[in-house]
């Protein structure tokens, strides 16, 4: 959502407060309720970000306490052109986190414990990135004045309620008792619903922002992903105490159960898990393609960003093959939006989602410009579940595990198409200038890991009865091109 509709919400949280405070207390009450409304966001200005601190037991860190917090904050403030917020920790076992503050210059960053030991080094970036895209935007100052106006409006409604509503200067009633009486109980919903659609709209904001200053959009998706687990499974006492806190939040950290998902703070988590990938495989002459047909893909809804690399060992002898070969792959990031065009003839062209399930790896500082490409389907009809659970949790798990030099994140996918083959998608990014040397490496690091090849364990690790191989390849990156106005 855009700035203007954020005000236009704003003005009408303002406005509910003012026809609620004239309702139920006439003209004293209209002056009573700006006089509030003024009040409050004045303390809520100054005030607020201690007050949220405070109530969270946020304890500040340094590079000393937190070092790799410490430095991640750093390095991404650096990037974003910010100053150095200050960085608190919260002693809580969920992973979650959040930002707050009046401006930039006077900004904290608040991350559980929880959030250093569960998602990856890379995802723990992801998080922050987007909190510091609330802190560059000054969300933590719209979201705070909703919040105190819907709070402010409740108590003006109760206040109302039970002073009986306003009167004119006869002493006659402005309106209807049934209706004041609707209104000290409708309007504090009414002003959470606007509240809770500025929350919403800023989080989808800052996933986008947060992706932009990581440079990494997996990255979030990734530990969204890993955070929606953790906040169903790991309660928050600390939001639990002071569910007015639970709006700042990346991921919404009260319980589940009763009307939780429609008073929500928070976007659904599946709605903010994007994006896709969109993959082209051609013979077709790499400057020809780059000039004629990955101008018209880019310019498809959905598409943000292509890349296009160049096939390293074609025709490789040493893994079966269910897909024809081909010279050029063009990889186009995509969102919910996005449907795959007619490719011609020379184009072999897979849509693929990435599923919530994390990518795995760790922050190398390096960019990508390699990759292994994995196309993987299962042998039965019914064997799905089988095989995406075995490549997630043993395959690629003990990949990350031995920590193969070269490869910086792995991330699944899985077809966007029901029914169409290869299934799933395993996208392997290296950052260095030789991924054949690095995929080659993978097999010797993770059988030395399990003490040998002849091991339940190794032969559990290289293959299950429902993997089929579809496609297994490395490239070498040759150029990139964003969509100017994605």
């Known amino acids: ?60 860190v340094g590079p000393n306490q937190a070092p790799e917090l410490y430095s991640i904050v750093q390095g991404l403030a650096q990037r974003a052109g910010l100053p150095m917020p200050r960085v608190y920790l919260i002693d809580e076992e969920q992973p ?20 250093l030991r569960h998602p990856s080094r890379e995802e723990i970036t992801g998080v922050m990135a987007h909190e510091l895209s609330h802190v560059r935007h000054r969300d933590t100052l719209t979201m705070t004045i909703a919040a105190t106006l819907s ?35 409708l309007a504090p919903l009414a002003a959470s619903l606007v509240q809770m659609a500025i929350s919403r709209s800023r989080e989808y904001e800052a996933d986008r922002m947060g992706a932009e200053i990581s440079g990494q959009p997996l990255w979030l998706a ?13 309660p928050n006492q600390v939001a639990e105490s002071h569910p007015a806190t639970a709006h700042l939040y990346i991921a919404n950290p009260l319980s589940a159960g009763g009307l939780r998902g429609l008073f929500s703070t928070h976007p659904p988590m599946e709605d903010r898990i994007t994006p896709g990938l ?49 010279d050029h792959l ?28 994390p990518g795995q790896g760790r922050l190398t500082g390096r ?81 030395k890991l399990f003490g040998g090849g002849d091991t339940a364990e190794w032969k559990d690790w290289a293959n299950t009865p429902e993997l089929r191989i579809d496609y297994v390849n490395t490239f070498r990156l040759l150029g990139s091109r964003d969509r100017v106005d994605a």
């Open 1 to 60: 959502m855009n700035y203007f509709r954020t005000a236009l919400l704003l003005a009408a949280l303002t406005g509910f407060f003012l026809v609620v405070g004239y309702l139920l207390g006439g003209q004293s009450g209209l002056i009573l309720a700006l006089v509030v409304a003024l009040g409050m966001n004045l303390f809520a200005y100054w005030n607020s970000d201690k007050m949220v601190l405070r109530m969270s037991n946020a304890q500040e």
């Open 96 to 115: 979650n986190a959040f930002a707050t503050g009046r401006d930039p210059e006077h900004a904290a960053v608040a991350a559980t414990t929880g959030l």
């Open 151 to 185: 709070g402010a409006i409740g108590m003006l409604a109760t206040f109302g309620g039970l002073m009986g509503g306003g009167r004119d200067e006869n002493g006659r009633p402005l309106v209807n008792p049934v209706v004041a009486i609707a209104a000290m109980f």
């Open 222 to 234: 990734s530990a969204l992903a890993k955070l929606h687990a953790g906040t169903q499974q790991i």
């Open 278 to 326: 969109y993959l082209e495989m051609t013979d077709r002459d790499v400057d020809q393609y780059v000039e004629a047909r990955l101008p018209e893909v880019l310019d498809r809804d959905g598409v943000t960003r292509a890349t296009w690399w160049r096939n390293v060992f074609r025709d490789r002898p040493d893994l079966p093959r269910r897909l024809p070969e081909f």
């Open 330 to 357: 063009a990889v186009y990031e995509v969102d919910d939006r996005f449907r795959a065009p007619d490719a011609p003839g020379d184009v072999n062209g897979h849509h693929f989602r990435h599923y919530p399930r």
């Open 367 to 447: 960019p990508t410009i390699g990759l292994s490409l994995v196309l993987i389907s299962p042998v039965s009809d019914n064997g799905a579940q089988t095989l995406r659970d075995w490549a997630d949790f043993v395959h690629i798990r003990h990949i990350a595990e031995v920590s193969v030099p070269g490869y910086s994140m792995i991330t699944p996918y899985e077809n966007a198409t029901v029914g169409a083959t290869p299934r799933f998608m395993h996208f392997y990014e290296i950052d260095q200038d030789d991924p054949e040397a690095v995929f080659k490496s993978m097999t010797p690091l993770v059988t």
